[in-house]
């Protein structure tokens, strides 16, 4: 992918608020501008605007005054996309907006696509391609923990981490390459048992990176719970009763797939999503109504599940409840609670008895709670908080959020198997090196060390417009 | 009103996009960013930073790290509100900027209440009333025309007419009031003849601005269009048809009342928007299905009424139809036309016959159109455009687009009256004076000269925060 030298605009807020900002990149950016731009009347010497300094003045296109505005100029490499750049604050009108960017169009600056501002700023070497990546990640943050980890990659811990790797397998190649140099005179510089130690270190290293992804991932995207139980348990109340007093927070999120979630709620710096099950509610079959199958197909998608039944229910239909959705849920690794609502409408003395003879006939942990009058609900909260095991944040360095990055890292991992199954295998040196070869390719693949116009578009394209 | 002297913040920005800015003004506003604020990983010392300046950093909590951040300084006098200023560019995570925000409260500064950076800006003689209206006016402008007037408004145009006019009843006063010093003299220093008549002028120009209001109202809110018609006479084709292409336009358009309009289409500079009479479809009885009843009630909020029936309806429908119609709307002098769908229906050669017999029935002008083949929707354009006159526009300052202003030139006009009257009437120079300085007060209203904290709370709650 080549940098063409067009200058590019593009609204960078979205509609609504007092302020937009329309920001412009490339060599064209400040000369353009000072087409239209006029402070305190006067018109204004390109040359004469530095770096880092702010104007206020009037966008004025011939006879018609466009709106008085503030421009923010930035001199290359010192800007972000390391190009010459402006920033124009105007009152946040949409016909302003569109105006603006009609007169920067018409003077031969072109509309900027998705994170093209950003891809600009890895072209020009001012981040790393997993940096970019956190450019979108963290304006996307919903969350404490999303936000901490975007934050770490966008700092580069998660860049000096790979490059650390990397550094170790160009190493060790440069040995094995070393050798082959060498291979008519039959030496081996690097000492196999040894080598094969190391690599296997490198590849732990790599497979933790991996495995931390479900984690990463789930804190990117919150953790989605589903409720489980059949019409009229109370499901409805008991999703109020936890969204009660965020729901503000929630709405305010924007991205949120509503067409499938019901609700999320922040917890211990973590959102949690609730998976709509509404089919359950519409049904009138009882088979179909206790819910098992249109709720089985939703516990993929879920990392925790709440088996919702009435504190009333027998032993036998929550022995039978229970264990079809954990003959799904088990096998998968999911945290799972009973949770049993109504509570406040049995003696309180039962409770104690009942919940001994749930735990054995569920085989899970039970909690006794009364959606409408509130009691139990932070007890639920606890549950969810605690489901989630966050020790790996102490060091988020060694979290992956990113899908692209995970598969990187498998096919690393994959590939460095190879390669110790090639030194235990003896299999000839040249083809050990492939491997290796292969292996600094895919962690390559993360900082964008190694990346292809493929990636990079498919990369660049989810981000939003005047990123 | 009292300016207190708190610092306050706010987010600029509403949520999405790539950039979110959050405003901090008064005092504190450089030292306590600078408690946060660090270029380069290092500190920075508050008087180090100049107005105009930008500072590319991380606002960093303790050990926390919140965002990468650039910060734009003002010093007071030279900000929008005069005061110290701050503004922070951050990632628009929603996450980020509640952590902002908190971070900015817990140190003593206070969340902004709705326009009250603006309202700070008049408080300190940055602007006067009818311009700080006019920064909510220019921030919800839809339209060239709408966008134009609040330009000029706050640009002082305005401002500086309604000082011109209020400085010559100023003169008129000062003349009648050195009468009453002399009262006892018997003096008469202003021949009453030509001061009534340059009172008359004066007055005129008055009624003139507030006789734009209707046409300003309505350039600034969109012009109200109503479309009368039976069922299936093709409304909802008509207005898909008026619409295309520009669909995408009105759906980003913030703050548009969706629940009574059905769609706004730009033409010509200005913004029609087509009042809802969804009732109509839902209707079965026929005499209802008319639509006669709810669409006259709609009829009160149009400014053009589109009488929509079928071409080959009979000319004794259509007379009793568009009778109905016209009972109402031509009291209020509303633009109607009768439009006649379906044309494509018909043998081309008997529209002009048709035409005629259709304009002789309903007294109107006849347009036919097939809304599916998309003829005649250019005429119907046309004549929309045509409906509103807007030879006003070329001096836009003689146009009054704010209800507030319109009552205060009102009120003057009718203290102006009774100076006239008085004069005429001989009455005692106490009285007229008495009149004239209430004129002189209410035109003071509208630049702000006069203020109440009640009217100041009006105005500046309709704002958005951040502004």
């Keep these: 992918m080549e940098l063409n030298n067009t200058t590019i605009c593009a609204p960078a807020t979205s509609g609504g608020g007092a302020i937009a900002i329309i920001r412009v990149s490339g060599d064209k950016a400040i000369e353009v501008l000072c087409r239209y731009f006029f402070s ?108 901490r980890l975007a934050a770490n990659q966008l700092r580069g811990g998660f860049s000096a981490e790979i490059t650390k790797l990397r550094n170790q397998l160009v190493e060790f190649a440069s040995l094995v390459e070393l050798e082959l140099d060498f291979s008519e005179e039959d030496v081996e510089f690097a000492d196999r048992v040894s080598m094969t130690m190391k690599i296997s270190e490198t590849k732990e290293l790599v497979d933790s990176l991996a495995s931390s992804f479900r984690l990463g991932n789930v804190i990117r995207n919150g953790i989605p719970v589903v409720i489980a139980g059949r019409p009229n348990v109370g499901k409805s109340s008991l999703l109020n009763a936890l969204l009660k007093e965020e729901r503000a927070i929630v709405s305010d999120i924007p991205g949120t797939t509503r067409d499938y ?105 039970v909690l006794f709670i009364s959606a409408t009058a509130g009691t139990g609900i932070d007890e639920l909260k606890e549950f969810l908080v605690k489901s989630v095991d966050l020790s790996h944040l102490e060091t988020p360095q060694y979290i992956v959020t990113n899908a692209r990055h995970y598969q990187a890292l498998t096919a690393t991992s994959e590939a460095l198997t ?14 050990v090196a492939m491997d290796l070869r292969q292996a600094i390719y895919h962690l390559g693949e993360i900082t964008g060390q190694i990346t292809s116009d493929e990636i990079l578009g498919e990369i660049f394209s989810k981000f939003c417009i005047g990123k």
């Design 261 to 365: 979630i019901e609700g999320a709620v922040h917890l211990g710096g973590l959102l949690y999503r609730f998976i709509d099950t509404a089919g359950l509610r519409e049904s009138g079959d009882f088979i179909e109504a206790l819910g098992i199958e249109r709720t089985l197909k939703k516990i993929d998608e879920a990392e925790v599940i709440i088996i919702l039944v009435e504190a009333y229910d027998s032993t036998e239909y929550i022995s039978a409840f229970a264990g079809s959705v954990m003959e799904k849920a088990s096998i998968k690794n999911k945290k799972v609670i009973l949770v049993a609502n109504k509570s406040d409408l049995l003696p309180e003395q039962d409770i104690y008895t009942l919940s001994r003879s749930f735990e054995e006939a569920a085989a899970l942990p």
């Design 418 to 431: 190879e390669v110790i199954n090639g030194f235990e295998n003896h299999i000839p040196t040249e083809l």
């Design 40 to 147: 305190h009347g006067k018109s204004v010497d390109p040359s004469s605007l530095k770096g880092y300094t702010l104007h206020h003045g009037s966008i004025i296109d011939g006879d018609e005054f466009i709106d008085d505005v503030l421009v923010s100029v930035f001199r290359s490499p010192l800007s972000y996309t390391g190009e010459e750049m402006v920033e124009i604050s105007c009152h946040a009108s949409s016909h302003i907006q569109q105006r603006l960017l009609r007169l920067l169009i018409s003077n031969g600056i072109a509309a900027a696509s998705p994170g093209e501002f950003t891809m600009r700023a890895f072209m020009n070497g001012k981040m790393d391609l997993s940096q970019a990546e956190a450019v979108a990640d963290i304006i996307a943050s919903e969350s404490e923990a999303a936000h």
